[in-house]
Every structure is written in structure tokens, then in C-alpha cells.
């Protein structure tokens, strides 16, 4: 038997899909926009939801969790409701669509580049599909914790 202990195979396996680092423009106002770099990142241990770190020049970075089905929807149509709405822009010079993130503190709109992001999300699905997504989720521990609600006595 063979062992290797070689430090570049103790290291964590690589991602099965890289995370993607994405130049979107921030509307600031109607007529003001502000570049930004958005990092994507997928872990196939939690596949339904995507991780989104807005990277600031200077300060520490917002980081919003998104369903992938909303990202994917938003892509070709109105998609999500509430904090996260995603949809496209009327056609033109470059396929673009909106996203908006909303809560008490922040509201924020991002043109997001279409084509870039599709092939990212296609990726994604090539890893974990739609329909195997919600798999790995303990449905009746996640249940018993809404039914009972918290505090709730426990045998």
C-alpha cells in the first residue's frame, strides 16, 4: 500500500466549479454607476444556494446567499420576490440583467453581464441538477424544528 504524503494532496480537493469573479456595475443613481467585483461561489454540500460576495476596494465585503434557481430564472425572466428579485434588461448591445437586493439596512441594483454568469450556473448544474439539489436535506429534522418551533420541549 502506497501512501503519499506529498503536501499538495493534503491540501483540500480543488472546487469542482471555480468560483467566478464577476465586473458588474453598481446603479448607484439613475445616471451614476460604480464598477464592482461580484464573487460567485457554489458548494455542491449546499447546491440550491449561491454564495455572493460583493468585493469593496476598501472595507470588508457584502456577502448575500441567493437561491441558484432564482439566479438561473432571473437569467430570462422576472425571477424571486421579496429581497432578491432578478430580471432581464430590455434587448441590447450587451445581454444584462437586474438584480436587486433589498433589506432594512441596504438596497442595492447591479446590471449583472448575462453570458458569463449562464455558462457558471450551467456548471453548477453539471455538478449537482435541479432536481437533485434538495437530496441531501434532512426534510423531517427541518420539520420537526418548524413545527415545534423554538423552545420547544424536547423527550
Known sequence: MHRDQSPLRARSAPELVPSLYLDI????????????????RFDPDMPAVITVEFVAERGPGLVWRIGRELLHRGLTAMSGCGDVRMWPMAPGERP????????????????????????????????????????GLDWDGFLVGLLDGPGAASE
Open 25 to 40: 456595475d453598481q446603479l448607484v443613481d439613475e445616471f451614476t454607476r460604480q464598477p464592482i467585483t461580484a464573487k460567485f
Open 96 to 135: 444584462s440583467s437586474w438584480l436587486l437586493l433589498e433589506s432594512t439596512e441596504v438596497e442595492a441594483l447591479f446590471e449583472v453581464p448575462i453570458p458569463p454568469l449562464a455558462d457558471w450556473l450551467d456548471a453548477t448544474y453539471r455538478v449537482t441538477s435541479a432536481e437533485a439539489e434538495m437530496a
